[in-house]
């Protein structure tokens, strides 16, 4: 692997996953990062990757919905690997106009597998991002497991479903080299603040209220970003082509548990005036429709194939979350006012 295409590479775990490949594994051949630059994408995220890395690191400004400019990136750059990062994410924003997903998660993914093809000869494998939202909702009991039949719920997963679908399908019957990896929630450094973790620090340091869905008894299994990448290339270098992994924290917990944990450790890490906590700011709101109950995996065969453990406990990687969060206010203004277009023309000349 030696010209590796990330896709989505601007966004939370896409910009963690290229962190993590040039600053800690021994990863020695190029990236390049085609973003569209959504809400979500930030190219501020790897400026100093950019600045380190300069004959390594590449960033294209362009929609994988293209399919001349994604020929232009493989047949320039001679890709060999694939790493699909780029999509739609968030599920409220699915429910209010799923137009965006269904385009960029099915669509996009669709082009890029048929730019794959094309190029197959030099390809060594495609991986695709994949969430754990596919197999639907648990009850109180039970895991998700990799031979969970698929039953997404919400706009985003159905469209994240078809992508998967869609990977293994090229595999099949075109014998593309692929790997799928579904991955339960995520937490940690760049994460956009629309999504439960990031909204409740911040809106808790503005002494704004916290809305909890519903009664905030839905569980979600929590994983630190860095620990997803660490599988996600675990997976990509000795992963069984063909394969779906799962990829989860073993870290269930209900909403309000994990709302009333953020209060708490804001508290101790940056006291209010009046030291009064700051869980009297929850709300509890409407509810969002068609809410998945429970997410829990089963990660056992990415732990007994390949050996893979996450490194991070819930609490030390919410200390370490929340932190990075009071240490980069700055990247938190630019963020919320969207304006990164801005910054982008005055980084790179030719966009
Ligand atoms: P994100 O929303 O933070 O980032 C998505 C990135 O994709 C952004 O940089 C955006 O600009 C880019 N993008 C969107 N549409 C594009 C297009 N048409 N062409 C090129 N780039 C485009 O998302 P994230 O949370 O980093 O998630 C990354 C991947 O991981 C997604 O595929 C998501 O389904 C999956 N995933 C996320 C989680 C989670 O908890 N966040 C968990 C499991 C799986
Ligand atoms: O499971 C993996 C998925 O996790 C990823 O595929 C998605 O990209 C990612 O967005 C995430 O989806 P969720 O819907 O679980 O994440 P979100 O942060 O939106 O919500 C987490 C839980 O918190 C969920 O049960 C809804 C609840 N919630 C969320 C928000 C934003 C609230 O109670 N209040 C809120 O304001």
Redesign the pocket.
Same mark, same amino acid.
Do not use: F, Q, W
């Given at each position: 692997m030696q010209n590796l295409l990330v896709t989505g590479g601007c966004g939370f775990i896409g910009a963690n996953f290229i962190r993590l490949l040039f600053s800690n594994t021994d990863f020695d051949g190029r990236i390049v990062n085609v973003d569209k630059l959504t809400y979500a994408g930030n190219p501020e995220n790897l400026t100093d990757i950019e600045d380190i890395y300069r004959d390594r690191y590449f960033f294209v400004m362009a929609d994988i919905c293209d399919p001349e400019a994604i020929a232009d990136v493989f047949a320039k750059y001679k890709i060999d690997t694939v790493c699909n990062f780029a999509?739609e994410?968030?599920?409220?924003r699915s429910i209010v106009e799923p137009d965006a997903f269904i385009k960029t998660n099915i669509h996009g993914t669709f082009i890029l597998l048929e730019t794959a093809r094309e190029h197959r000869d030099q390809l060594i494998l495609f991986h695709h991002v994949? @969430?754990?939202?596919v197999y639907g909702s648990l009850g109180a009991e039970g895991y998700f497991t990799e031979d969970t039949p698929y039953k997404p719920n919400?706009p985003?997963?159905a469209s994240?479903a078809s992508s998967d679908h869609l990977v293994r399908a090229y595999s099949k019957t075109y014998g593309l080299p692929v790997t799928i990896s579904n991955?339960?929630?995520?937490?940690g450094p760049y994460q956009f603040p629309?999504?439960?973790?990031p909204?409740?620090i911040l809106n808790a340091l503005e002494e704004k209220s916290?809305?909890?869905?519903?009664k905030?008894r839905?569980?979600?299994?929590w994983l630190y970003v860095t620990d997803h990448c660490k599988a996600v290339w675990r997976i990509m270098q000795s992963g069984r082509r063909g394969e779906t992994y799962n990829i989860g924290g073993r870290c269930e917990r209900a909403?309000?548990d @994990?709302?009333n944990m953020i209060c708490d450790l804001l508290d101790d890490m940056q006291p209010r005036p009046d030291q009064r906590s700051r869980r009297e700011l929850i709300s509890f709101?409407k509810?969002?429709p068609g809410?998945?109950f429970r997410?829990a995996i089963d990660c056992s065969k990415l732990e007994n194939e390949l050996g893979w453990i996450p490194e991070e406990s819930f609490e030390s990687g919410l200390r370490k979350t929340i932190q990075w969060y009071l240490d980069n206010k700055e990247w938190v203004e630019r963020v919320k006012s969207g304006d990164y277009l801005a910054w982008v023309k005055q980084h790179y000349e030719h966009i």
């Open positions: 999509a994410s968030h599920v409220d994949s @969430t754990d939202e919400s985003y997963s994240k991955c339960s929630n995520n937490y629309e999504k439960l973790i909204l409740m916290l809305p909890v869905y519903g905030g839905n569980i979600r299994d909403n309000l @994990t709302v709101v509810d969002r809410h998945d997410y």
